[in-house]
């Protein structure tokens, strides 16, 4: 973990610069407070006195204890991997909140110099999205054996920020076996860069051809859909 530690402390620096506060880095929501916050904030939810935002898809009729952003790598409509992660939304299992970030194609390119207070916009939003999830699942297509640009842009937004910190995240290779590799060991070091948890038993693997994908974009087969859900289920558990 030299690397993340290096990064941690160029993270470090470049809050400091920022805001002039050197402990700036790890705000207080993803220390030992922010811990028992989110307990406290589950524990609201479960009573059912906390609603949820807009654009969420609750499943179930227990109320909401766990969120869940769901982040898809590629901009291509039709696409396998936002297919996947549409499916989620619709196969989530009582108790996990899912939400689509559909915002990748609107961020800008990454420059350090816009890296400020004053984020553009759709990376503030990006930024806020992670800041209120509970846990990140992301689905990224392979391109030149590593992640798509456009991907590793929206990557790149999250490193000088605090959210990714701490924050479980998984990912599911949807590439028929043998490809798509390049991709997901790309992911695996970037999220290490950022210092996430990496929740390893629900980084799986689920093929899903792009005959699969249905016209309303998401995926009838039953067992993808199983599959997600037991995904969904898994990264709920790890968060608690
Ligand atoms: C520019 C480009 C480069 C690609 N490079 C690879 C690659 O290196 N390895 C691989 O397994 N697939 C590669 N593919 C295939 C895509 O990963 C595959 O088509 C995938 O289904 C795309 O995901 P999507 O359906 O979510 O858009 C590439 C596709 C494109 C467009």
């Known amino acids: 973990m ?7 402390r160029e993270i470090a620096a470049l809050s400091s610069r920022r ?14 407070l922010g811990r028992i916050g989110r307990t406290l904030r589950n524990a609201g939810r479960r009573l059912g006195k906390i609603g949820r935002s807009p654009g969420e898809c609750r ?5 909401a204890v766990v969120d869940i952003l769901l982040v898809t790598g590629s901009t291509r409509s039709g696409s396998t991997n936002t297919a996947a992660l549409r499916t989620a939304l619709a196969a989530a299992p009582d108790g996990v909140t899912v939400a689509l970030y559909e915002g990748l194609a609107e961020l800008p390119a990454f420059n350090p110099d816009q ?3 004053s984020l553009p916009a759709p990376a503030a939003d990006l930024r806020g ?14 391109y030149a054996g590593t992640l798509p640009g456009s991907f590793k842009n929206l990557l ?7 959210e990714m910190h701490e924050k479980p995240v998984a990912w599911v290779n949807v590439a028929p076996e043998g490809r798509g590799n ?3 060991e790309t992911l695996r070091t970037v999220l290490g860069y950022l210092s996430t948890d990496i929740i390893e038993a629900a980084c ?3 093929t899903v051809p792009r005959g699969a994908v249905g016209p309303d974009e998401t995926i009838e087969d039953p067992q993808v859909r199983e599959g997600l859900r037991d995904v969904l289920r898994t990264i709920a558990k790890h968060v608690g």
């Open 129 to 142: 999205r992670i800041a209120s999830a509970d846990a990140l699942l992301f689905c990224t297509p392979e």
């Open 19 to 32: 805001s002039g506060l050197a402990r700036a880095r790890v705000p207080f929501w993803n220390g030992p």
């Open 115 to 117: 890296d400020t207070d």
């Open 59 to 63: 499943a179930g009729r227990g109320g």
């Open 2 to 8: 030299a690397g993340g530690l290096a990064i941690s």
């Open 156 to 162: 790149d937004w999250t490193v000088g920020g605090p």
């Open 182 to 184: 390049g991709a997901s």
């Open 204 to 206: 799986i693997r689920l």
